[in-house]
């Protein structure tokens, strides 16, 4: 007896599997007086190399961030700008701004990454952001590499006033990674005509009672370059006495070559320069085309804000200065006579 017996085709089984999403990074784009600041173009650029959508952050004053948004939209590797504007970002206070970032940075973001110059602002919100999400931060980075495949970010950054370089990576099971960038380690993004970024704007989050407010900002006003951007620099040391021989003795200098002036901690200390022009550790980081280091001896502090420079001239009448161990053209010399020959020499070729 023959039975029949029912066929049926079936089509064959696929099971789907979710792949990885590239990298999304928020960069902080900080501002003054409607222009963004370098480092924070040298952090867009760090953040390129993470190979995946790069979205920039501007805050500010309502008066302000219009104009900043726009300067914005033309850099090069920005794929999105977010904007919020209000006056309580009138002036960027880490306890202020910190519940927005976190908003932004909630379970369901996007953002994979979050970026910022190594500045003096950053450095306060980044890891209070980092802290209060319960994940780690990374700081002063001069290079990165993304994998894709494991969703790790592997980072190097110096250590012991840059006498070594620790290699740090980020785990892919960090949900999102931050770090702050040195700025000369980076070329600054430039502005690109055929691009215009997506931008969209932000609710602000309102603070009531904020623990901190801005009392005041005291700012060294002058015509010569910003020393942490100039391609030229010109610093002085101990040796130069006081503040008016300080004055006298490097400004004539720094006139004739357009440049930047700096000093090392032991003449800031001494009185002999403000602060804000401290080179070293615990000072600025720069890399110009040229340092032009007048009677520094070259402690380590200070050569950890210098010596990535391109070329490094040094004046010093001890031959035994260690910063000879490190400057490419070095004097042995007076610097009361060297230096205004030096101008001479240089005022007679311009």
């Not at 999403?21 to 040298?42: C, N, Y």
């Not at 931008?199 to 009392?215: F, G, I, L, W």
């Not at 009185?271 to 007048?294: F, W």
């Amino acid at each position: 007896m023959l039975r029949l017996r029912r066929v049926v085709a079936v089509s064959p089984l696929y099971r789907g599997y979710a792949t990885a999403t590239g990298p999304h990074a928020l960069v902080l784009l900080e501002h003054r007086a409607g222009v963004i600041d370098s480092g924070s173009l040298s952090a867009l650029s760090a953040a390129q190399q993470l190979g995946g959508q790069v979205t920039g952050l501007v805050l500010g004053a309502p008066e302000e961030v219009k104009d900043v948004v726009q300067s914005a939209k033309r850099l090069k590797g920005l794929t999105s700008v977010l904007h919020s504007s209000s006056q309580l970002y009138t002036h960027i206070i880490p306890e202020v701004v910190s519940p927005l970032l976190e908003k932004l940075l909630s379970d369901n973001t996007l953002y994979t990454h979050v970026v910022s110059a190594h500045s003096s602002s950053a450095k306060s919100i980044l890891p209070r952001v980092a802290a209060r999400l319960d994940l780690p931060a990374v700081s002063d980075i001069t290079s990165l590499e993304h994998d894709n495949a494991s969703n790790t970010t592997t980072f190097t950054r110096p250590i012991y006033a840059g006498n070594a370089i620790a290699t740090v990576r980020a785990p892919g099971s960090t949900r999102v990674k931050f770090f702050t960038v040195r700025s000369t380690a980076f070329k600054a993004s430039v502005v690109d005509e055929s691009v215009q970024a997506e931008e969209k704007a932000v609710d602000p989050v309102p603070v009531a009672d904020p623990p901190t407010q801005h009392v005041r900002t005291d700012l060294t006003k002058s015509d010569r370059p910003d020393l942490g951007s100039a391609s030229r620099v010109v610093s002085g040391g101990r040796a130069l006495k006081n503040a008016e021989t300080f004055k006298g003795t490097l400004e004539p200098l720094a006139d004739v070559l357009g440049a930047a002036i700096g000093a090392s901690r032991a003449a800031v200390d001494a009185g002999y320069a403000d602060n804000s022009l401290q080179v070293g550790q615990t000072g600025k980081v720069v890399a110009p085309e040229l340092y032009l280091a007048i009677g520094i001896s070259g402690a380590i502090q200070h050569l950890a804000g210098m010596k990535d420079s391109k070329l490094i001239a040094a004046i010093n009448k001890d031959p035994e200065a260690p910063i000879f161990q490190v400057a490419d053209v070095g004097l042995v010399a007076d610097l009361y006579e060297a230096v205004p020959e030096l101008v001479e020499k240089l005022k007679q070729q311009a």
